[in-house]
């Protein structure tokens, strides 16, 4: 027995769209309808077939729906929450995508009614593209999905969460809301701060043109500017909504920086080879755990 039988996706982007791609792969028969605040974006995903419906706002599309996802840019979850509170079905599950987990409760928790089930997820797992052209049935395969339920959160409902996403193909993990955004601070945030900082950087560089930059862009740097590509909207939310996890993060960034400083200036080559050794083992652990391939450029294949 399905899980759900009718989901409302609010928000198609990348996540969105590779959602209903997924579960039109994996669970053909339920039913699906979503929506999006640009009517642009409504109107391709109405060309592209990707759901039964495309209502014109959240709160028609959350209609009869037994699982409601948003996958809104974090801080549209108030706005939205407001809109879809009156319109929602007696015991329906409300979950999210977004990469911080205690903003949900602190945009949602009250506001839905009594019998809605607020359990927030985030499947870790995204590209640098955005829209609903951009999404693929097979982007949650193999990545995992955290769920952050809360403390007296209905075990049914959450089982059944947990089962949608195991049907999508993704690893799922229970974990409370803050210890989550302090490991997404770390393992996800700030590399994307860094990677914006430093295309930033590089492109500001007094003696340093724009088409250098561009021209002799080194793997590092490349790989920098591929993360600072993300959508700018959802990454601006995040920084502001998991800011307490992030500036603890950075903190400690900021002091290990200072540290690799001193090193490089006093010449102590043997605390830089220890750190990057350090570095290395990461990597190498990542690969071990399926995380990513150990092929020679991250695996690109750009042509023969």
Known sequence: MLPFQRVAIIG?????????????????????????ADAAVRARVT????????????????????????????GAFAAIG????????????VSDV????????????DLLPQGAHLIPAHPVAGTERSGPDAGFP?????????ITPPADADETAVARLTDFWTRLGSKVEVMEACHHDLV???TSHIPHLIAYSIVGTAADLEGVTRGEVIKYSAGGFRDFTRIAASDPTMWRDVFLTNKDAVLEVLGRVSEDLAALQRAIRWGEGDALFQRFSQSRDIRRAIVEAGQDTAEPDFGRHTGD
């Open 184 to 186: 997404l601070a770390a």
């Open 98 to 109: 977004g990469s911080a987990k205690q903003i949900v409760f602190d945009s949602l928790a």
């Open 47 to 74: 060309e592209l077939g990707l759901l039964d419906d495309v209502p014109d706002s959240a709160g028609a599309a959350v209609v009869d729906a037994d699982l409601v996802i948003l996958a809104v840019p974090l």
């Open 138 to 146: 097979t982007l949650f395969e193999g990545r995992w999905c955290i």
């Open 12 to 36: 198609m982007g990348l996540i969105g769209s590779s959602l209903a791609r997924a579960i039109r792969v994996r669970m053909p028969t339920v039913g699906l309808v979503g929506t999006d």
């Open 82 to 93: 407001a809109e879809i509170a009156g319109e929602l079905a007696p015991g329906v599950v």
